[in-house]
Nanobody, 112 residues
Framework: QMQLVESGGGLVQVGGSLRLSCVAS????????LAWFRQVPGKEREFVAA????????WYGHSVKGRFTISRDNAKNTGYLQMNSLKFEDTAVYYC?????WGQGTQVTVSS
């Protein structure tokens, strides 16, 4: 089992920034790819970004590329999602994912 706990969501204005965190426990975090997804009610869960366990570069969903940055600190068993230049359409519940495990989600709301 692995537990994932997200934090850092909230209300932000258009053009603003937020940083989400995901703290992992229960397994060796560094052995897994870290990913972030998001979901709006009534829509499919959307891929946001992923950071492989080693070697390769992170990759991003088309809608966030150039604005969001995924990172990880394996010593702290923590992953991050830095979100800049936020838009209305970034409003969603954001989920941390490692292997088949998911966090509970954190709400991000972008307003004018």
């Amino acid at each position: 089992q692995m537990q994932l706990v997200e934090s850092g969501g909230g209300l932000v204005q258009v053009g603003g920034s937020l940083r989400l965190s995901c703290v992992a426990s229960g397994r060796t975090f560094e052995n897994y790819t870290l990913a972030w997804f998001r979901q709006v009610p009534g829509k499919e869960r959307e891929f946001v970004a992923a950071f492989p366990r080693s070697g390769n570069r992170p990759w991003y969903g088309h809608s966030v590329k150039g604005r969001f940055t995924i990172s990880r600190d394996n010593a702290k068993n923590t992953g991050y999602l830095q979100m800049n230049s936020l838009k209305f359409e970034d409003t969603a519940v954001y989920y941390c994912n490692v292997d088949r495990f998911w966090g509970q989600g954190t709400q991000v709301t972008v307003s004018s």
